[in-house]
């Protein structure tokens, strides 16, 4: 399958945007992790605002940025949502909340643990009526998300945004989950080259296991390991570089995505 | 779009497990809730449990997979021969060439809350002996899927509350439509849990009584439990079940409130019977998502008034199953399309004194009838939205 990449949005600890994630992720920048920010999500009304929990801002922020880069028209555009198990956060208070005798569970909570929580606010956000997807795929959260929004773009040869997104899990979860960081990416994927297009890719599924997936700087190897959706580091970085590259992603089923990376303007 | 065959079928629900009792219920109106006694719930709701789904039951070597909601589904997966069909597929296609498209919205959320009652005093650590990546995890349900049909092709498990396992329909179409696969699992499971039985209450959308679908005096929904699997492949026999067209939307409204209108509601099934290049006056019979919430069954009720009139039968059948959450696409696909393969249409069960402002036509008792093509609805929190139409070749 062969899409171009628009635009991207970024967000992880001492990674704000792209502009100056760019930067880091081809060499030219050092890396220095940093507590994670997330600007407020300020395409929600008010009260939908206060609502959204950390993850949702998360992938809200990503894909606001993947948007206004590329100018995408956002209501007719399809979106793709993947994490491994949605807000952690939400999910241990609510776990905590049914360990009590009590067991007051707060509605605002139990909305917010639906695994398409961000597409929800997403959709309430933009006033997009379009078609959304939200999936998981544990480890793999990534690379199934990658090939179905790029299955929906062979399918429809219409743009689609595919959001990647995963928060730390909190005590005791994240001992049994070690998800240790907080990482969203989005990609505004396009069958043909925009204006901004930032790269080409050619994507195929292999059997194998990944042999060049470690990144070379030691703290973003950590991040792309503490967290599934930073498994896009390396494809990444190879946008960033401008290269033509060969990048592997882990799927599920001991299967790969085998990513051929290109700049736009030799034509991916 | 180009249409698919529904090759197999699996379905486990509180009416019974396979097609023979979901289908005697579809033709007796029978329901299959109860009052509430399910683990330490303390509420005055009914529900429609999977029986023997606190069983252990996974066959050997599972034993990791444990949790009710796979159980749940391997109640599903071992009915109607649907685990040799799908080894049949599997040695037509090759097992990389079958994708799973499945569907769950709580997952085995279940065990992790009972492991939390019983976590460390001092560390607040989980028990030693929990399972967290292949029972309660949201691709769980996948994992379990690839090993125990033994098949490699693309896989996820798609979460969308209540529109899951109908959206997983619209994957896997997507998926055969891009070349990626040749056939694919689709449907899911959901199971009871104290989250969504006490979230639901939480949010004052549960009823005291089995549900009653656009009564009057309905109150909220019944939670049911349930799982349903589908075998989808290019159109081959002579006589083929086929899904004819699919429908996605979002309501861009609220997170757990469908929009008043019915906005999103009637973009999917627009876009459904746009997909099939049908007409509203082609489809039949319309089975309804239908939850028995006051707000959401008017909002279906505009939709559904404002696309095709008063002219198409219509129930819900969430009376007899209770909502199954996450599986209600499945469940209430696999519903229709027995209504079609055996001329009968489905009933509301409970539906005493329709409410006087509501427009479409309701079934109330099942009836016999012999009709071609009908839809399906399914929407969910987060304003997620799947109509799916089906029919006889």
């Keep these: 399958m062969r899409v171009f990449i628009d635009a991207i949005g970024i967000c992880g600890p001492g990674l704000d945007g792209w502009a100056q994630s760019a930067a880091i992720l081809a060499g030219t920048a ?80 139990f909305h917010n643990s639906v695994h398409n929580a961000p597409a929800g606010y997403w959709s309430i956000a933009t006033g997009s009526h379009a078609p959304t997807t939200s999936i998981a795929a544990h480890d793999a959260s990534f690379a199934a998300g990658l090939l179905e929004a790029s299955s929906q773009l062979v399918a429809s040869q219409a743009p689609v945004l595919f959001v990647a997104y995963d928060g730390a899990y909190p005590g005791p979860l994240h001992l049994v989950r070690p998800i240790t960081a907080s990482f969203a990416v989005a990609l505004l994927l396009s069958p043909t080259p925009g204006a901004s297009c930032l790269a080409g890719l050619s994507i195929g599924r292999v059997r194998g296991r990944p042999s060049n997936g470690a990144l070379a700087d030691a703290q973003l190897e950590q991040l792309r390991r503490g967290a599934p959706a930073a498994r896009s580091l390396p494809l990444l970085a190879a946008v960033a570089r401008g290269d033509t590259a060969e990048i592997d992603i882990e799927d599920t089923a001991s299967h790969l995505l085998r990513i051929a990376v290109a700049p736009c303007e030799t034509g991916a | 779009m180009n249409p698919l065959e529904i090759t197999a079928t699996a379905i486990a629900t509180c009416l019974g497990r396979g097609e023979a009792p979901t289908l005697e219920a579809l033709r007796s109106g029978a329901s299959g809730l109860a009052p509430c ?19 252990k039951l996974l066959p050997p070597g599972f034993d990791a997979f444990d949790c009710r909601n796979n159980r749940v589904a391997e109640l599903a997966l071992a009915s109607d021969s649907f685990l040799d069909k799908v080894a049949q597929a599997r040695a037509r296609y090759g097992a990389d060439r079958i994708g799973i498209f499945a569907g769950t919205s709580t997952s085995g959320i279940l065990e992790t809350e009972i492991a939390y009652r019983n976590r460390d005093a001092a560390t607040g650590a989980l028990p030693q002996d929990f399972i967290y990546d292949q029972r309660h995890s949201t691709f769980s349900l996948g994992a379990y899927l690839q090993q125990r049909l033994g098949l490699e092709g693309p896989a996820m498990v798609l979460s969308a509350a209540c529109a899951t396992t109908a959206k997983a329909f619209a994957a896997a179409h997507r998926m055969i439509e891009a070349g990626l696969c040749d056939a694919a699992v689709v449907g899911g499971a959901d199971s009871l849990c104290l989250t969504t039985l006490y979230g639901f209450n939480a949010l004052c959308l549960t009823s005291r009584l089995p549900c009653r679908p656009f009564d009057a005096a309905r109150d909220g929904i019944s939670l049911g439990e349930g799982a349903g699997f589908a075998l989808l492949e290019r159109p081959a026999s002579s006589d083929p079940m086929l899904l004819l067209g699919l ?66 039968a219509c129930s819900s059948t969430k009376g007899q199953t209770g909502h199954v959450l996450g599986a209600a696409g499945i469940v209430e696909a696999i519903m229709t399309m027995l209504s079609l393969r055996h001329g009968v249409l489905p009933g509301t069960a409970n539906l005493t004194n329709l409410d006087p402002e509501l427009g479409a036509t309701y079934v109330r008792a099942p009836a016999r009838a012999s009709f071609k093509r009908a839809m399906s609805n399914s929407f969910g929190f987060g304003g997620n939205n799947c109509s799916l139409i089906f029919g006889l070749g």
Excluded: C, W
């Design chain 1, 30 to 109: 050092p890396y220095q992790p940093a507590p994670l920010r997330v600007p407020p999500p300020d395409l929600l009304p008010p009260a939908e605002r206060r609502r959204a929990v950390p993850s949702v801002r998360l992938a809200l922020q990503v894909g606001k940025e993947a948007l206004e880069t590329s100018g995408a028209e956002v209501e007719s555009l399809p979106t793709v949502f993947t994490s491994s198990g949605g807000d952690g956060v939400t999910m241990h208070a609510i776990l905590d909340t049914l360990a009590q005798p009590a067991r007051e569970m707060s509605p605002t909570q």
């Design chain 2, 37 to 55: 006694s399910f683990e330490t719930v303390k509420l005055p709701t009914y529900v429609g449990e999977v029986a023997g789904a606190g069983e």
């Design chain 2, 247 to 312: 429908g996605e939307s979002s309501d861009a409204h609220h997170m757990s409130s469908p929009h008043p209108d019915g906005l999103g509601a009637r973009l999917a099934m627009e876009r459904a019977l746009a997909s099939a290049g049908l007409s509203p006056s082609d489809l039949a019979y319309l089975n309804l998502h239908g939850t028995a919430t006051p707000v959401g069954d008017r909002a279906e009720d505009k939709a559904v008034t404002s696309l095709f009139g008063d002219r198409l």
